[in-house]
């Protein structure tokens, strides 16, 4: 018999469909979060991943992320590993904390991860994936949350994972309409995150490239989701929560413009600044978010190219201050201007995505 599942908690504006900001490698900490919630929180968030393994203790900084979250909002920690007794206690351990539940991560398409039979390493192999959710779903009491892709190199246990959520009593699956080899290259495969709504019992979340209000409207449409995970273009307009929930609404769609978009850059910079860490590595940080701003700044990549080779905080800002104040009533565009790549080695087909950029 199939388990129980159980009640979410409820989103910001009940009635409307879910909002969760995807969990990203070395981006989705508690500052993050912060500021995030500062334009327009998620319904839900999901931490980095905790990695597990036979030496492993959760990591502080992620745990910070649970412990210290004032937002408001609840945060489901998340878990990436494969030997069952490591990920059990560390369950146990991060139980301790107020996470609104436990995630596996099924999904990550880093060759550095999936290499080692985790992540999205783990569609590989059903039984595995069979023995897993049955523990994790026997140690958890509360919320037991799943992301997976669609696939390794093919669907072909799709339907198979699907009846495993089921079996084992999975409260909410998030699925990226990719396989792990697809990385983020491929288009998105809708139609199989609609046959997960259709098979499932608990909710699912849509997620993949999911650019705007609109197009989350599109995708919950088409699908017939429960609701959206929006990662990499969080990064990129931190109000697409917000903007989902109005358009959602019948609401006009808050409109934003450079000069916002500037206050958001001073404002990720200064929340995100670490005590020790060298003014190079934070501006190279800054860097790796500004590639994803700068899809939308305009249209010929001038705002990217410059930003790229600014080296310390003074030329960063002065790049940001010819581009977005120049004009700073000027409309930041509500979807990518097309051709914008902001990670040209992980979202075109010439080379495999690096451990050096984000991961969902």
């Known amino acids: 018999m199939s388990a129980p599942v159980r009640a979410l908690p409820a989103g910001l504006l009940p009635g409307l469909p879910l909002t969760a900001l995807a969990p990203m490698q070395d981006v989705t900490d508690l500052p993050f979060m912060r500021v995030m919630a500062h334009y ?36 489901f920690a998340q878990l990436i590993g494969e030997h069952v007794p490591d990920m059990v206690r560390t369950v146990r351990d991060l139980l301790q904390h107020p996470v609104a539940g436990i995630d596996l991560n099924l999904g990550c398409p880093a060759p550095k991860i999936y290499k080692k039979n985790v992540g999205g390493g783990l569609l590989r192999d059903p039984v595995k994936i069979d023995e897993l959710l049955g523990a994790l779903r026997d140690a958890v009491p509360g919320l037991f949350t799943v992301k997976m892709r669609i696939g390794f190199d093919s669907t072909e246990h799709y339907d198979r994972v699907l009846a495993l959520v089921n079996k084992h009593g999975v409260d909410l699956l998030s699925v990226h309409g990719r396989t792990v080899k697809e990385g ?110 700068g899809q939308s700044v305009d249209a010929a990549g001038s705002f990217l190219h410059d930003m790229r080779r600014a ?48 991961t969902a």
């Open 40 to 75: 327009g929180a998620p319904d839900y968030f999901f931490t980095e991943f905790f990695r597990v393994h036979a030496q492993s203790r959760p990591e502080k900084h992620i745990v910070r992320s649970i412990v210290e979250n004032q937002t408001g909002r609840p945060v």
């Open 184 to 293: 983020y290259r491929s288009d998105v495969h809708y139609d199989f995150i609609a046959h997960a709504t259709r098979t499932v019992r608990c909710p699912v979340l849509a997620n993949g490239n999911i650019t705007s209000a609109d197009r989350a409207a599109a995708v919950l449409a088409e699908t017939g989701a429960a609701g959206v995970m929006i990662g990499r273009h969080a990064i990129r307009n931190p109000w697409i929560f917000r903007q989902t929930r109005e358009r959602m609404a019948g609401r006009p769609v808050t409109a934003v413009t450079l000069s916002m978009v500037r206050d958001y850059v001073e404002h990720l910079y200064r929340e995100t600044q670490q005590p020790g860490v060298p003014e190079a590595a934070h501006v190279a940080k800054m860097k790796k978010y500004l590639n994803f701003v």
């Open 311 to 358: 080296m310390t905080e003074v030329e960063l800002f002065a790049v940001c201050d010819r581009h977005l104040l120049a004009e700073p009533g000027r409309l930041f565009a509500l979807e990518p201007y097309p051709g914008i790549i902001a990670r040209p080695n992980c979202e075109t087909p010439v080379e495999s995505c690096s451990l050096d950029t984000v």
